[in-house]
C-alpha cells in the first residue's frame, strides 16, 4: 500500500507566521516613526499639563505660601512691610514681594498676598494690582486670585454675601473690611467713594474650572480706620498688559522654547534607546525622564494661559 504524502507550498516573504500580527514583521517606516515620536511628545506634554494643573500647581502654591507668610510675618516684625509701591530704601517692589494677609473667614481663605498680578504672579497666590493702593488705604485697592489652578484661593468669592467681614493685615495694621455686593460684566460698580474712604475689589474668574468664562468681583468697604496713600509709580495707563484680568504673560517664552528643546533631545534618546537596547528597557530608563521634561514644559504652558484660571 502506497502512501502518497502532499508536498507543501514554501512560505513568501509577505505571508505572515501564524499566531503573530503581520504588523510585528514589518518595519516602521521613516514617516511612521517620526509620527510616533510626535505622539510621545504631546502624550508627554498633555499628561504633564493636567498632572500640573490638578495637582502639582496647588502644591506649588502651599509651598509658596508657607515661604511667603514666613517671610511677611518677619517684615512685619521688623517693621519693614511695604506701605506703597516702594520699599524702605523707596525701590520699587519687584513682582512676588508679600505685601498683605488676607482673612476671609466664611471661605477659609488666609493668604499671603504678593506685588503683582501676571500669570508667574499669581502662581504664589493672590496678587495685588499694581496701579491700585493697598488694602486699607484712601482709594480703591484691586486683589487678583486665580479660581481653580495653584491653590484657586478665590473659586468660591461668588459665595460671599453683602455684609460679610473679612480682614486684610498690611504694614499699616489690621484692616476690616465689609461686603458691598457681587457683581459680574454688565452690571454697575458702585457709586464713586468718597474722599478719605477705602474700598476693596476681589476679582476672580467665573465659569468652568480651567475655562473661564468671565469675570466676577466683589466689592467691599473698609469698616476700620482709613491709612494713608503710598506713593505709586504705576498707574492705570502705565499698568502693562500682563498684570491685567485674565491676560497672558510672554515674557518667559524663552523658558519654553528651553524646556521643549529638552523634550525634543530626551525624545531622541528615547527613539535611538529602542532601536539599540529594545522597548522594555527603554520605557523603564526613559519614562521618568519623558514626564520630567513633559511636566517642564506643561508648568511653562501654564503660564502662558490666562492669569486667573
Known amino acids: ?85 516702594g520699599d524702605v530704601d523707596n525701590v520699587l517692589l519687584t513682582d512676588g514681594t508679600p505685601v498683605a494677609q488676607l482673612r476671609i473667614p466664611d471661605l477659609g481663605i488666609d493668604e499671603t498676598v504678593v506685588e503683582g498680578t501676571t500669570s508667574g504672579d499669581l502662581t504664589a497666590g493672590v496678587g495685588h494690582r499694581r496701579d491700585s493702593v493697598l488694602p486699607g488705604q484712601e482709594g ?31 504694614g499699616q495694621g489690621e484692616q476690616q473690611f465689609r461686603v458691598l455686593d457681587v457683581r459680574y460684566a454688565g452690571q454697575n460698580a458702585p457709586n464713586v467713594i468718597a474722599p478719605g474712604a477705602s474700598r476693596l475689589v476681589l476679582v476672580s474668574a467665573r465659569g468652568w474650572p480651567y475655562m473661564p468664562s468671565g469675570l466676577v ?27 491685567r484680568e485674565l491676560t497672558v504673560d510672554t515674557s518667559t517664552v524663552w523658558m519654553l522654547v528651553f524646556a521643549l528643546q529638552f523634550l525634543v533631545v530626551a525624545e531622541l534618546g ?21 514626564l520630567l521634561s513633559g511636566l517642564l514644559v506643561a508648568d511653562q504652558v501654564t503660564r502662558l494661559l490666562p492669569n486667573l484660571i
Not at 504633564?48 to 516684625?77: D, P, Y
Not at 484691586?142 to 455684609?163: K, W
Not at 528615547?270 to 521618568?288: D, E, H, I, L, N
Open 140 to 170: 480703591v485697592s484691586v486683589l487678583l486670585g486665580r479660581a481653580s489652578a495653584y491653590g484657586g484661593p478665590f473659586a468660591r468669592i461668588a459665595q460671599l454675601t453683602p455684609g460679610a467681614l473679612f480682614t486684610v493685615i498690611t
Open 1 to 85: 500500500m502506497t502512501t502518497t504524502v502532499e508536498a507543501r507550498k514554501p512560505r513568501t516573504g509577505t505571508q505572515p507566521v501564524r499566531g503573530l500580527p503581520a504588523s510585528r514583521l514589518t518595519q516602521l517606516s521613516p514617516r511612521d516613526r517620526l509620527l510616533q515620536a510626535v505622539l510621545v511628545m504631546v502624550a508627554a506634554v498633555m499628561i504633564g499639563l493636567l498632572v500640573n494643573l490638578a495637582g502639582l500647581s496647588q502644591l506649588q502654591h502651599t509651598i509658596a505660601q508657607q515661604n511667603l507668610r514666613s517671610g511677611f510675618a518677619e517684615a512685619l516684625a521688623a517693621g519693614t512691610a511695604p506701605v506703597s509701591e
Open 217 to 243: 468681583r466683589v466689592d467691599a468697604e473698609l469698616v476700620s480706620k482709613t491709612q494713608p496713600a503710598g506713593t505709586r509709580q504705576t498707574t492705570p495707563k502705565t499698568l502693562p498688559a500682563a498684570h
Open 270 to 290: 528615547a527613539v535611538w534607546s529602542w532601536r539599540r537596547f529594545g522597548g522594555a528597557r527603554t520605557w523603564v530608563v526613559f519614562t521618568p525622564v519623558l
